[in-house]
């Protein structure tokens, strides 16, 4: 596995990690495979994960619940776990009772990282910051960072914010490239961690895009999905979440660490 500094704080973390949308439902709870998707969960973590991203939002709180389960028998301090703040909880009431659930729900008492999950305009940018610098100096979430804020935002949310955004998740794959003429730089030059969420497009790929991708798998003896998480996380400052509940997508996964591109082959992906 490949490690990269966080948002600048020397906090090393895994380049891949696990999404789990979906896993224990969608807005709401979904109860009926929770049996499976502990197992995902766990087979996950025994095949060396340790970067996992969460949110309130997913299954209503359960994909939460199921990743406590699943992490209760492993060490707290091995994980860098992840989650986020849904628009309608970022008022100075509502964040604390959200951080606090999530806790709960996660069977943990500190967060990684805590993220801003979409902006909500609604409610003041300032407000939100200032109470998730509180809880960080409680040392309940250890670091702060947003979701879906472009570069405009992100600059001005830096700008406030008296502790560091140290991430911004947002969708970054092979053809979504909507970060790169400004916030992608925008990271680079103020090390903040670009956390590329969909990095696999679902694998909904355009076929111009798809054939070149094979040509790479191929010459590399690897997946498509490999060589878009090692495009995406040969750039400086990216790391990436894809979500797996199957064995063989998650073990794909988790090796594009290891896969090497030619700078012709990075070149060639860049420029499609
Ligand atoms: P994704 O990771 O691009 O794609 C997931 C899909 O690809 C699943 O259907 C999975 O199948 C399949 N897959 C995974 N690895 C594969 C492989 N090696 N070969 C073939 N198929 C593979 O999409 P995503 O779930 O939207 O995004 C990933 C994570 O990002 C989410 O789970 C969530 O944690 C986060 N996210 C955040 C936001 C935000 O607003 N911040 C928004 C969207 C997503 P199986 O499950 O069957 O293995």
């Given at each position: 596995?490949?490690y990269?500094?966080?948002?600048?704080?020397?906090?090393?973390?895994?380049?891949?990690?696990?999404?789990?949308?979906?896993?224990?439902?969608?807005?709401?709870?979904?109860?009926?495979?929770?049996?499976?998707?502990?197992n995902?969960?766990?087979?996950?973590i025994?095949?060396?994960?340790?970067?996992?991203?969460?949110a309130?939002?997913y299954?209503?709180?359960?994909?939460e619940?199921l990743?406590?389960?699943?992490?209760r028998?492993?060490?707290?301090?091995?994980?860098?776990?992840?989650?986020k703040?849904?628009?309608?909880?970022?008022?100075?009431?509502?964040?604390?009772?959200?951080?606090?659930?999530?806790?709960?729900?996660?069977?943990?008492?500190?967060i990684?990282?805590?993220?801003?999950h979409?902006?909500?305009?609604?409610?003041?940018?300032?407000?939100?910051?200032?109470?998730?610098?509180?809880?960080?100096?409680?040392?309940?979430?250890?670091?702060?960072?947003?979701?879906?804020?472009?570069?405009?935002?992100?600059?001005?949310?830096?700008?406030?914010s008296?502790?560091?955004?140290v991430?911004?998740?947002?969708?970054?794959?092979?053809e979504d490239?909507?970060?790169?003429?400004?916030?992608?730089?925008?990271?680079?030059?103020n090390?903040?961690?670009?956390?590329?969420?969909?990095?696999?497009r679902?694998?909904?790929?355009?076929?111009?895009?798809?054939?070149?991708?094979?040509?790479?798998?191929i010459?590399?003896?690897v997946?498509?999905?490999?060589?878009?998480?090692a495009?995406?996380?040969?750039?400086?400052?990216?790391?990436?979440?894809?979500?797996?509940?199957?064995?063989?997508?998650?073990?794909?996964?988790?090796?594009?660490?290891?896969?090497?591109?030619?700078?012709?082959?990075?070149?060639?992906?860049?420029?499609?």
């Open positions: 596995m490949i990269k500094d966080l948002g600048g704080t020397g906090i090393m973390i895994p380049a891949i990690g696990l999404g789990t949308w979906q896993i224990g439902g969608r807005e709401d709870p979904d109860y009926s495979n929770d049996n499976e998707a502990i995902t969960l766990e087979t996950a025994e095949m060396g994960y340790t970067h996992i991203d969460t309130e939002h299954g209503g709180g359960h994909c619940e990743i406590g389960t699943a992490i028998n492993f060490s707290r301090e091995k994980f860098f776990i992840v989650s703040a849904w628009p309608n909880h970022l008022s100075n009431i509502d964040l604390p009772k959200s951080v606090e659930k999530s806790m709960e729900r996660l069977g943990v008492d500190y990684d990282l805590y993220l801003i979409w902006p909500n305009p609604e409610i003041p940018l300032r407000e939100t910051l200032k109470t998730l610098s509180d809880l960080k100096k409680l040392g309940i979430i250890k670091n702060i960072g947003v979701s879906n804020f472009e570069y405009p935002l992100l600059k001005e949310a830096v700008e406030i008296s502790e560091p955004i991430c911004d998740q947002v969708l970054y794959n092979i490239r909507e970060p790169e003429p400004y916030l992608l730089p925008y990271c680079q030059k090390k903040i961690t670009l956390t590329a969420y969909t990095p696999l679902r694998l909904t790929l355009t076929e111009s895009i798809r054939l070149n991708l094979e040509k790479i798998a010459r590399h003896d997946s498509i999905s490999q060589v878009m998480l495009w995406l996380i040969n750039k400086e400052n990216v790391v990436a979440i894809p979500k797996a509940s199957k064995f063989q997508h998650m073990k794909d996964n988790f090796e594009a660490a290891d896969l090497i591109l030619s700078q012709e082959e990075v070149q060639l992906l860049d420029s499609i």
